[in-house]
């Protein structure tokens, strides 16, 4: 069973960089047939997807979002991370990772429990 | 960009009803791409129909998916007290991901 675990600060001011981490058990990230992607969830809001990263290392980010998104793959370590730069209050989010399944159809078939990220002076 | 407009916001409903949820995208969509899950307080998303109408695997065929274009829905036949929840719709499409606002159901 393929399992998903965040880790990362909790806490950040204002126009810091937000380094996310995202460690992968049961499976592997140089698998074909997924993506690997990072989701967002504002306090009471509803989820936001961020971006994509491919076992190739080629990503695809929300353009609204992609002048301050970067994404890395680290196979070694089955891991991948997100990186946010220059984070304001309206940064303040429960980060998940998650599995892509793609092929003939595309979806989100494993979570991660999410991590609570604060943005704060 | 496709957006995904569902509604209602907020469904009221008692056990044993029908919950009709509807997913509204701004341009027609392939419903192989189309997605929905279920969201308790505190949990994370569980995926719930893919490809518009197919049930994830452990899911209880009183939730079915339909639709086809820019029209597609969440039917839930008879609502249990666990399924009292926020759904969200979701498509892949242009190498991009997008998500719907969600519906909450919740007990009259």
């Known amino acids: 069973q393929v399992q998903l675990q965040e880790s990362g600060p909790a806490l950040l001011k204002p126009s810091q960089t937000l380094s996310l981490t995202c460690t992968v058990s049961?499976?592997?990230?140089?698998?074909?047939?997924?993506?690997w992607s990072w989701v967002r969830q504002r306090p009471g809001k509803g989820l936001e997807w961020l971006g994509d990263?491919?076992?190739?290392?080629?990503?695809h980010y929300n353009p609204s979002l992609r002048s301050r998104l970067t994404m890395s793959l680290d196979t070694s370590k089955n891991q991948f991370s997100l990186n946010v730069s220059s984070v304001t209050v309206a940064d303040t989010a429960v980060y998940h990772c998650?599995?892509?399944?793609?092929?003939?159809?595309?979806?989100?078939?494993?979570w991660g429990q999410g991590t609570l990220v604060t943005v704060s002076s | 960009e496709v957006v995904l407009t569902q509604s209602p916001g907020t469904l009221s409903l008692s056990p044993g009803e029908r919950a009709t949820l509807s997913c509204r995208a701004s341009?027609?969509?392939?419903?192989?791409?189309l997605t929905w899950y279920q969201q308790k307080p505190g949990q994370t998303p569980r995926l719930l129909i893919y490809?518009?109408?197919i049930r994830a695997t452990g899911i209880p065929d009183r939730f079915s998916g339909s639709g086809s274009g820019t029209d597609f829905s969440l039917t839930i036949s008879r609502l249990e007290p666990e399924d009292f929840a926020v759904y969200f719709c979701?498509?892949?499409?242009?190498?991009?991901?997008?998500f719907g606002g969600g519906t909450k159901v919740e007990i009259k």
């Open positions: 049961g499976g592997s990230i140089s698998s074909g047939g997924y993506y």
């Open positions: 341009q027609s969509v392939s419903s192989s791409f």
């Open positions: 979701q498509h892949y499409g242009s190498s991009r991901l997008t």
């Open positions: 998650a599995r892509v399944k793609v092929g003939g159809t595309t979806f989100l078939d494993h």
């Open positions: 990263i491919f076992n190739s290392g080629n990503t």
């Open positions: 490809g518009a109408s």
